[in-house]
């Protein structure tokens, strides 16, 4: 089965780190270490975000990426909505049989099973923000280092 590409991931990898750094910078270089990843492709999700307003970038000596906002604001859906293109189910390539009881009517009927799918990701998504992530991840980290 395919699934989505990895892009809303990275995003929200770089998110939970700036926002650990609490209002420092990182560089594309250390974000792409911990994603143990390619700078070029996290400097263009990076990219994404600060289209979207979730990051903002200094350029020169001591520069990098910062989060543009409060992790409490910025949402999964947010880093989701700004690296992701498009819709996540789409009909078939080729228009069905039209002579077909089941061509002729399922395209709507797909149209609206996919649009309350995306609906239930967006909603579901949009109740997690980075701060509370971030929160989850901390504790279990200090977990495997206390075994």
């Known amino acids: 089965m395919a699934g989505l590409s990895s892009r809303s991931a990275v995003a929200i990898h770089a998110l939970a ?5 609490r209002g420092g910078s990182l560089t594309s270089a250390e974000i792409a270490d911990s994603l143990d990843s390619n700078p070029v492709l996290v ?8 289209d979207a ?3 903002r970038s200094t350029e020169g000596r001591g520069g990098g990426w910062s989060l543009a906002g409060d992790p409490r604001d910025i949402t999964l859906y947010d880093a989701y909505a700004a690296v992701e293109g498009g819709q996540i189910f ?5 228009p069905p049989s039209g002579a077909c009881e089941v061509g002729r009517n399922i395209g709507d ?8 799918a995306e609906r239930a990701l ?13 929160q989850q991840i901390l504790p279990a980290d200090n977990e495997v280092k206390d075994h």
Do not use: P
């Not at 400097?43 to 600060?50: E, M, N, P, V």
């Open 53 to 55: 307003h979730l990051v």
């Open 43 to 50: 400097r263009r999700i990076l990219g994404r975000l600060r």
């Open 122 to 134: 967006e909603q579901r998504l949009g109740r997690t923000t980075i701060a509370g992530l971030l």
């Open 17 to 21: 780190m700036l926002a650990h750094r």
């Open 109 to 116: 009927l797909l149209d609206a099973e996919f649009q309350n």
């Open 90 to 94: 789409s009909r078939h390539t080729h």
